[in-house]
């Protein structure tokens, strides 16, 4: 048994270490997809919380990708330029408007992420069902063991 579970914590610490290889050429891989678009891979990330959650506040978008509010405050300047996203009042705060996207910017999020989609279909093809769910299993219970970790959401660090 201690064997066995042995075995099982080096497979899972090889798992552990291709996370961050896989992170890295997701995110270049996104970067590819938002050629010509204008749009970052950050401001993809505050687009696509905005398309889940609707209209929020900076500093919600901040707490929900553990980003500091100046960062996302940056990227919100940038995608409201570019006419993706408009501030609305916020009822429940005077100097900290809401963000919604734009039908323009449901537009191109909706491009960018179909664009994502092909490749997704494209490696899914190599895996059944339930092993993509056994994977997510994996993940999320490593999400849960290691909580403790995970910054304040209001109060997010960088990693050193």
Do not use: W
């Not at 910017?105 to 490696?123: C, L, M, P, Y």
């Amino acid at each position: 048994m201690i064997k066995a579970r042995q075995q099982n914590s080096h497979e899972l610490y090889e798992v552990i270490r291709l996370i961050r290889p896989v992170h890295r050429r997701l995110a270049r891989a996104v970067e590819v997809k938002l050629d010509g678009t204008g749009v970052s891979v950050g401001m993809r990330a505050v687009m696509e919380v905005l398309e889940e959650a609707g209209d929020l506040s900076v500093p919600d978008i901040g707490r929900s990708l553990f980003l500091a509010r100046q960062q996302i405050q940056l990227m919100v300047n940038e995608l409201e330029q570019l006419g993706l996203l408009e501030r609305r009042p916020n009822p429940a705060h005077k100097r900290s408007p809401l963000f919604t996207l734009t039908e323009r910017g449901q537009d191109v999020f909706g491009e960018i992420r179909s664009k994502e989609n092909d490749e997704i279909d494209a490696v899914s093809a190599h895996f059944s069902k339930e092993e993509v769910q056994a994977a997510q299993r994996v993940l999320c219970a490593m999400l849960d063991h290691f909580a403790e970790f995970e910054d304040d959401p209001n109060r997010p660090r960088g990693l050193e």
